[in-house]
């Protein structure tokens, strides 16, 4: 996936990333910050100069991952584009795997800030099927969150951490979604909050099926079929 600098982003709930994303936005005070710490010497002039090549180091690294996928997203590939030794890349992330979960942060900010500039002032589904529509224009990152979060079960992984809190702010977030659209009970007479975990299952189950085989695998149709089971019955 190019920088917004150089080739702009498809349009997400109706706006682009250029008028959402920037250096307030991607380096929001209330997101963990998986680069290494900004330490005493570099307060002041020197902190502003780190978020910039920070920064420019998250915008390399998604264009790797559009280019070569999650497996050829090497750190070296990165630091080359950016005028970096490997060495000096690790100066800002201390690992690859930290750098991709920074990217899929970011990601995360810039879908929420997608939704947040649209005219609804709570998310529902319409918002979660056009979301799906839209992964299927950015492999790359697709394959990056799905390969991350399979490896991430394992203990001390870096994105272990990431994946648990997303997860659960994932479920909460997707019970209320559930709730305005359904209320209080869906089809079979189950909860928001029993549902929420199984649309999160079928969001990551399409997303591995279609990275497997992407001609069989219709993610958008697919979930639209999913969201038609949800509706209760007449005589629920």
Known sequence: MSSSSSRPLPPWNGCRAEHLVGDDLSRSENTRNYARPVTQEQRGGRAGQADRRRAEILDAAREVIAERGYRGASLGAVAERVGLTQPGLLHYFPSKEHLLVAVLEERDRWDTAAF????????????????????????????????????SVTGGHPAREYFIERYAQARARLAELLRAEF???????RTPEQV???LIAVLDGLQTQWLLDPEAVDMSAAFRDFVALLEPSADA
């Open 116 to 151: 947040l500039a649209g005219p609804s002032e709570s998310w529902r589904l319409s918002h979660l099927e056009q979301l799906v529509e839209y992964n299927a224009m950015r492999p790359g990152v697709v394959q990056t969150f799905t390969a991350l979060a399979g490896e």
């Open 183 to 189: 209320g209080e009970r869906l089809a079979g007479g």
């Open 196 to 198: 929420a975990p199984l």
